[in-house]
């Protein structure tokens, strides 16, 4: 992350003499009203905020940047209930400390399955039998290749639902579908990959 | 999504960033969580004003003359009910404490020792009428049936917010409409607290909490 020192108009607050944890929340109250610039700073700026806290909950080094993305992403879809007049760092490093232990408990649930499989479609519900394609590095790259095919609003849906396990909401949020189309395009994907592997085993 | 199985993380922070960049609409900030208690317990004031303008307060008010435990137990009911709301929304808050969940225990202490003691100093208090097993399943249904829409409010009002511990903010928001519940049942109530009305309570407020904890935990864990 770049420490941005110059503060534009959006807020004046935030002056280079006040401490990090102030300025970020001048930047939050300002993105509360609308103001992109200062938003996309202060995103940029809650990265390392977050690896921190991720880490100290024992978040292992591969799974950092998912705990940053459920993490950002929880930021926007509650930074309503920030209130400027408490501290940015405590409200942002309960978020993060929160998404930290959800990824562990996943993290443990999958271990305690034994199934290290990157498709792991188990999540959800109608998808198991699909999901056991990929048992070998091979069969792996031609499902990633059969995913690739799909058409675009198919492919989404199994890239958010099904390899990076966000869930419904959150997919939605990322890919600006709603969760009802999200649904219909992971049934099709999954029936399109199904078919294709059916027939060629 | 260019790059699916590849998850470096500037440039992925960076296209997130962006994006979640683009979809930023101004808020609306949530108010104060003693301002959101506030707004609720309005609801629960409009009902007691309801109950009251039927029954009148004369019978309640007798009642407590009569067994000054009643009194402060309804107190201490009016008071869990405050506390425990106001404890759920701040914890709707992340950043607070979880000592909030804390808050009504004065307060629940209070509303259960002063029944509990009212029920076992004469066993039945004397001068008051006695409640039959038909009318204590009425007190049963009562506080269920006032908790439902209480809870139910609660809950969208909490979903708007982010509760880190879905399953703590649910059992504190069952905690606060069961004691709304039977506070607003002190109005209406026509017995003093014998042994089988105060287990009837005990069971009612239970069932409150237990169902919002397992059910409101789920409605709430969506933050």
């Keep these: ?201 | 999504m260019e790059n699916p199985d590849v998850m470096s993380d500037p440039q992925s922070h960076a296209a997130l960033i962006d994006r979640l960049g683009t979809e930023l609409v101004p808020v609306r900030r949530l108010l104060p969580p003693w301002l959101r208690t506030a707004g609720w317990l309005l609801l629960v004031a409009a009902i007691a004003a309801g109950l009251l303008m039927h029954y009148g307060a004369g019978p309640m008010l007798q009642r407590w003359a009569a067994t000054p435990d009643l009194a402060w137990a309804g107190i201490g009911a009016v008071i869990t009910a405050i506390s425990a709301a106001w404890a759920a929304f701040a914890l709707g808050v992340p950043g607070r404490r979880a000592a909030w969940a804390w808050l009504p225990l004065p307060g629940a202490l209070l509303w259960i020792g002063a029944s509990g003691l009212g029920c076992l100093r004469t066993w039945i208090a004397p001068g008051t009428e006695v409640a039959g097993l038909h009318q204590t399943a009425d007190c049963l249904i009562f506080i269920i049936a006032f908790s439902i829409p209480l809870s139910a409010l609660l809950i969208v009002l909490l979903r708007r917010a982010c509760p880190l511990r879905p399953v703590l903010a649910a059992v504190l928001i069952g905690l606060a409409s069961a004691a709304a519940s039977a506070s607003l049942l002190e109005i209406c109530h026509a017995f003093d607290s014998a042994a089988t009305d105060l287990l009837t309570h005990a069971l009612a407020v239970a069932v409150v909490v237990a169902v919002n904890a397992a059910m409101g935990g789920r409605l709430l864990s969506k933050a």
């Design chain 1, 1 to 201: 992350m770049s420490p941005v020192r110059t503060v534009p108009a959006e807020s004046a607050a935030a002056s280079a003499s006040e401490s990090p944890d102030r300025r970020r929340s001048a930047w939050m109250a300002a993105a509360q009203a609308g103001d992109r610039r200062a938003y996309e700073k202060l995103l940029a700026d809650s990265v390392a905020l977050i690896r921190a806290v991720a880490r100290r909950q024992g978040v292992a080094q591969d799974q950092l940047d998912d705990v940053v993305q459920e993490t950002l992403l929880t930021v926007h879809r509650v930074r309503q209930t920030y209130d400027p007049g408490r501290s940015y760092d405590a409200w942002l490093g309960a978020i993060a400390a929160r998404r930290a232990i959800d990824s562990l408990r996943r993290r443990g649930r999958r271990d305690s399955r034994e199934l290290h499989d990157e498709f792991a479609l188990d999540n959800h519900a109608d998808a198991d039998d699909a999901s056991a394609a990929a048992e070998n590095e091979q069969r792996a790259r031609r499902l990633h290749a059969a995913i690739a095919a799909l058409p675009p609003g198919q492919r989404e849906a199994v890239e958010q639902l099904g390899l990076r396990e966000h869930s419904l909401s959150e997919a939605a949020e990322l890919t600006g579908r709603n969760t009802g189309a999200l649904k219909v395009n992971l049934h099709r994907a999954l029936k399109a990959l199904r078919e294709r592997f059916h027939g060629e085993p």
